[in-house]
């Protein structure tokens, strides 16, 4: 069995590998790459390294010759365009080479498509689907690394955590845990063929849970302040997406309970 990795010098292809090292040996293992130069660790451990490249099509129909499972993670080009044709190049390679399992890390809770984020995330599970090959799409929520951007050390500071008005939920997981789903889902047998999975937190939390963990970590209390003027991209973002639905997917592939919200802040909040 070769298990294809693409963008494995990422943040998340990287966790996957090292998680799969746990469970398959590293010769089962093929990390695509697209600066080989940067992935010597993976070779240093037995991993084949190839160059992929989703902008160079016949970087990608070598990259996946023989691979049993090919894992597209998706592209991180900020142009949404761009993404789809990366996208469809990496589907068009894995038709030609007869990858035998295509999986896709597309974004939790899709919807009815309407909202721009899931443009790109439903055409790509689309084009998927006309090729025929059996797939799984690993629908990631949002990862909890978002509250980095709003204002966790100057809420901390200044006592409060001002917010964007509304009844915020989030389903939010960490990489680590989606790592450990994904590559649970890479070396068991062919029981996820076409499958969706929804690989969200089992239950939402909330701001003011999160200020109760910054209260208890800054020995000082840490109030919500709801503020229409504040100025952060990040609320239109997470107003555009599904942050609030939950599945039990990602516990089940798991196999036991994902890291505690504690646990997922704190490295955001140490000072
Ligand atoms: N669920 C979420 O909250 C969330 C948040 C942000 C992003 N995402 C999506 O999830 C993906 C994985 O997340 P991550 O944290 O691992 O992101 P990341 O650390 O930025 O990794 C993205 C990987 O994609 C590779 N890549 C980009 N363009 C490529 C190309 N033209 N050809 C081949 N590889 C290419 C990068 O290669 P290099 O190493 O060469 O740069 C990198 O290895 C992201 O790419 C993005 O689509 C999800």
Redesign the pocket.
Known sequence: MSIVI????????SLIIEQLLQKVSADQIIAC???PE?ATSFLNQGIEVRH????QPESLDQAFAGASKLLL?????PDDTVRLR?HAHVIESAKKAQVEHLLY?S?AFLGDGLISPSHLHLATEHSILTTGIPYTFLR????TD?IEVIGLKTAIANGELIIYPGDWKFNTVT?HDLALGIAAVLSEPDGHRNKTYELTAPHPWSFDELAIIMSESAGKHISIRQDPQIQNWIYGYLNKIDTSSTSDDLERLIGGPITTLKDSVLPFIKM
Do not use: E, M, P, W
């Open positions: 693409s963008g494995a010098n990422g943040k998340l292809g790459v697209r600066h940067r992929c490249d989703y902008d993670i998706s592209s991180s080009n990366q890390t974004f990631n929520a949002l990862y978002f990489r």
